[in-house]
């Protein structure tokens, strides 16, 4: 691998000249943290800028990683007991409860607005269901571990997705200048909400999840027959990507509603569909 690195990359260069390859994981990470803040927290919420949870959602996150691969190895009383005493995530965890916590409090005491859509505001404001079919009030504990927990789901989709994205943008600087003046159009500090409002926004991230979908790796079969919100029926028994990707690249399944094919990426697509819906 050295050799290759040295060859491929290192190679070709004259005297004098230098490469530095960088590290972009850092960068990365903290774009995904930011992301993931202005939908689960609000854009005016103290968490969005919170270091110290960034740092341990990531770090909760890296943990998972490498506990998959032991219960994967080895008997679950066995792998449960590696994990907790060499792979534990509880100081983490109990850091993450220490900067929510106190969000969670003050908005329920009316002393932080609550005012904007968000993730967190959902948590708080929907019970706790059990399966007698009682209910309770979110704790301020039960909230903290589920951000928790959902950022360590869909960390791997805020990756593919945000790797995805940024490709495509780079191919098209018109693009980015467009997004840029339709963002720069709105009347108010760009939020969530108001920049899914923004139609190019809207047809250009549904066009990725469409045209990516099969990086999402849903290699499992469905445990029943599943309805899409295009109305469309994916059996029980299905392997998941190969339905997936037929619902969203196959022209006998889905319309079409740009004269660009379905097996080429076009982020004005359902601009342009919403344009001919409108005549």
């Given at each position: 691998?050295?050799?290759?690195?040295?060859?491929?990359?290192?190679?070709?260069?004259?005297?004098?000249?230098?490469?530095?390859?960088?590290?972009?994981?850092?960068?990365?990470?903290?774009?995904?943290?930011?992301?993931?803040?202005?939908?689960?927290?609000?854009?005016?919420?103290?968490?969005?800028?919170?270091?110290?949870?960034?740092?341990?959602?990531?770090?909760?996150?890296?943990?998972?990683?490498?506990?998959?691969p032991v219960y994967h190895i080895f008997p679950y009383p066995i792998a449960d007991k590696i994990v907790k005493n060499f792979i534990s995530a509880d100081k983490h965890?109990?850091?993450?409860?220490?900067?929510?916590?106190?969000?969670?409090?003050?908005?329920?005491?009316?002393?932080?607005?609550?005012?904007?859509?968000?993730?967190?505001?959902?948590?708080?404001?929907?019970?706790?269901?059990?399966?007698?079919?009682?209910?309770?009030?979110?704790?301020?504990?039960?909230?903290?571990?589920?951000?928790?927990?959902?950022?360590?789901?869909?960390?791997?989709?805020?990756?593919?997705?945000?790797?995805?994205?940024?490709?495509?943008?780079?191919?098209?600087?018109?693009?980015?200048?467009?997004?840029?003046?339709?963002?720069?159009?709105?009347?108010?500090?760009?939020?969530?909400?108001?920049?899914?409002?923004?139609?190019?926004?809207?047809?250009?991230?549904?066009?990725?999840?469409?045209?990516?979908?099969?990086?999402?790796?849903?290699?499992?079969?469905?445990?029943?027959?599943?309805?899409?919100?295009?109305?469309?029926?994916?059996?029980?028994?299905?392997?998941?990507?190969?339905?997936?990707?037929?619902?969203?690249?196959?022209?006998?399944?889905?319309?079409?509603?740009?004269?660009?094919?379905?097996?080429?990426?076009?982020?004005?697509?359902?601009?342009?569909?919403?344009?001919?819906?409108?005549?």
């Amino acid at each position: 691998m050295n050799e290759i690195f040295h060859t491929e990359v290192l190679g070709g260069l004259e005297p004098g000249e230098t490469k530095q390859i960088d590290d972009i994981t850092g960068p990365m990470e903290k774009t995904l943290s930011y992301m993931f803040s202005l939908n689960f927290y609000g854009t005016e919420s103290s968490l969005i800028d919170n270091k110290v949870l960034a740092q341990e959602l990531m770090q909760v996150s890296r943990i998972l990683m490498r506990a998959v691969p032991v219960y994967h190895i080895f008997p679950y009383p066995i792998a449960d007991k590696i994990v907790k005493n060499f792979i534990s995530a509880d100081k983490h965890l109990d850091a993450i409860l220490d900067q929510v916590t106190p969000v969670v409090n003050g908005i329920r005491s009316g002393n932080i607005p609550d005012d904007e859509t968000s993730f967190i505001s959902m948590l708080i404001k929907h019970p706790v269901s059990f399966h007698n079919g009682e209910t309770n009030a979110r704790s301020a504990s039960n909230t903290a571990l589920k951000i928790a927990r959902t950022f360590c789901l869909t960390k791997m989709t805020l990756v593919h997705t945000n790797s995805f994205m940024m490709y495509e943008l780079a191919r098209r600087p018109e693009l980015v200048q467009e997004l840029r003046e339709a963002i720069m159009k709105l009347d108010e500090k760009p939020t969530a909400k108001s920049l899914n409002q923004i139609p190019l926004i809207d047809s250009f991230l549904r066009e990725l999840l469409r045209h990516k979908s099969h990086t999402f790796m849903h290699i499992r079969a469905a445990k029943k027959e599943i309805l899409l919100s295009t109305g469309q029926v994916i059996p029980e028994g299905s392997i998941l990507i190969a339905a997936v990707n037929d619902a969203q690249r196959d022209p006998e399944m889905t319309p079409m509603i740009s004269d660009v094919p379905l097996n080429q990426f076009d982020p004005y697509r359902y601009l342009k569909g919403m344009k001919k819906r409108r005549k």
